[in-house]
């Protein structure tokens, strides 16, 4: 791989580069246990902290890019580097998006000191959790750049999809006999959302992955933000 | 502007570029008004032909992410160059995302056929109107390079946020009152999130041309995205 690049540091940036990603995935998988974490306390102050370090995102991500065009500038790299650099600039695109849905998780945190009583929140920490590895995995397969680690991320977007799936069901029942937590259970049902919606970004960086390794896109599937779950009533 | 570049015809190369992103966001203002009306009429195949149509934007941001590196590649652009074109680059990655959102708008329709009743829902095409008029301004402002008209396309966001929350409120209000019609209701609390997201993203847009334009940031301001409609009840 070194091979063709005129200065020896060019792979020393990209990996530099690489390592800002990992740092930013990092950053968001911590988020997103965090928000679900301060939920199920009702920890309102921990969910304010969770709201003001996603500014640490934005701020990576704008460092990543200043670090992109300073080293395709200086460095004039060939295609494949080009290519590889400009899906570390996608892929920080995507964590920062994932940092804001954890971040709107956690701004609801204070609407939701009274949900004790809703049943169905108590599988979203479950669901929380297959979230948070998806992007764990996809970040792994994308330092690694493991093709087959990628496709094994995008098969557990199903699972997170059925979760989705479940919990939508069950807040609308939830709602139709409860109508008083309606409000309550419409935050949730958002949150479910935007847990599902972070399964989808972790797929897409696992297909960014797949298809920087293999130069083959993942065969079409049923998109997680496209699966509408059934109306149950 | 023309001055530093060796070859008289990256400007063309520039345009053909902005042409690009151009098309795709004329696309995705098509998919958000053809979504609400199909929704509004009860079409389920002019739903289905927005859904398929999204391919179009998908294809037409591989095809300008291939230019991008061909571009960059073959040109090895100075840094203002370069900042210009992954500027395309990233809000043709934006306007990809738009049309997502109205491909899901779209994949509702079939699922609110009996959802002539509730009022809330009459507020929709206005609220639609609004999104799709800033992604129309967004654009308009990066083809002109005109901060002062991205600065207008941020200051409508406001709009979208606050039919965002009347319509949250009123959807709410109706639910609690027509338990029968939450299921249905849901789905158009999801129509009119994916509307006020839609504002935010054209949003990114105008903040990106101001940006671009001006080296200055947007000054901060409360997101849309964040702002949470206050419980109602």
């Known amino acids: 791989m070194a091979t063709g690049h005129i200065l020896k540091s060019f792979d020393e940036d990209l990996a530099e580069l690489r390592a800002l990603v990992a740092q930013m995935g990092g950053l968001a998988e911590e988020a997103i246990d965090g928000a679900i974490a301060a939920?199920?306390?009702?920890?309102?102050?921990?969910?304010?902290?969770?709201v003001e370090g996603d500014?640490?995102?934005?701020?990576?991500?704008?460092?990543?890019?200043?670090?992109?065009?300073?080293?395709?500038?200086?460095?004039?790299?060939?295609?494949?580097?080009?290519?590889?650099?400009?899906?570390?600039?996608?892929?920080?695109?995507?964590?920062?998006r994932i940092g804001d849905y954890a971040k709107n998780i956690a701004k609801r945190v204070p609407l939701l000191l009274d949900s004790r009583g809703i049943e169905p929140l108590s599988i979203l920490p479950a669901m929380a959790r297959a979230t948070a590895e998806m992007v764990?995995?996809?970040?792994?397969?994308?330092?690694?750049?493991?093709?087959?680690?990628?496709?094994?991320?995008?098969?557990?977007d199903r699972v997170v999809d059925d979760f989705y799936n479940s919990l939508f069901r069950a807040l609308l029942t939830y709602m139709m006999e409860n109508p008083h937590t309606i409000s309550a259970s419409t935050h949730l049902l958002f949150i479910a959302k935007n847990l599902e919606?972070?399964?989808?970004?972790?797929?897409?960086?696992?297909?960014?992955?797949?298809?920087?390794?293999?130069?083959?896109?993942?065969?079409?599937?049923?998109?997680?933000?496209?699966?509408?779950?059934?109306?149950?009533?």
């Open 55 to 96: 500014r640490t995102l934005d701020r990576l991500e704008a460092e990543l890019e200043r670090q992109v065009v300073r080293l395709i500038a200086l460095r004039a790299p060939l295609a494949d580097d080009l290519r590889e650099i400009l899906a570390a600039l996608k892929i920080a695109g995507v964590i920062e």
């Open 136 to 156: 764990h995995d996809a970040l792994d397969a994308f330092a690694a750049r493991d093709p087959d680690a990628a496709l094994k991320v995008c098969a557990q």
């Open 197 to 233: 919606r972070i399964g989808d970004h972790a797929t897409n960086i696992a297909e960014m992955v797949h298809f920087a390794a293999t130069g083959e896109q993942v065969a079409e599937r049923g998109r997680g933000a496209d699966t509408l779950a059934p109306v149950a009533a």
């Open 39 to 50: 939920l199920a306390n009702r920890d309102t102050e921990a969910a304010a902290a969770i």
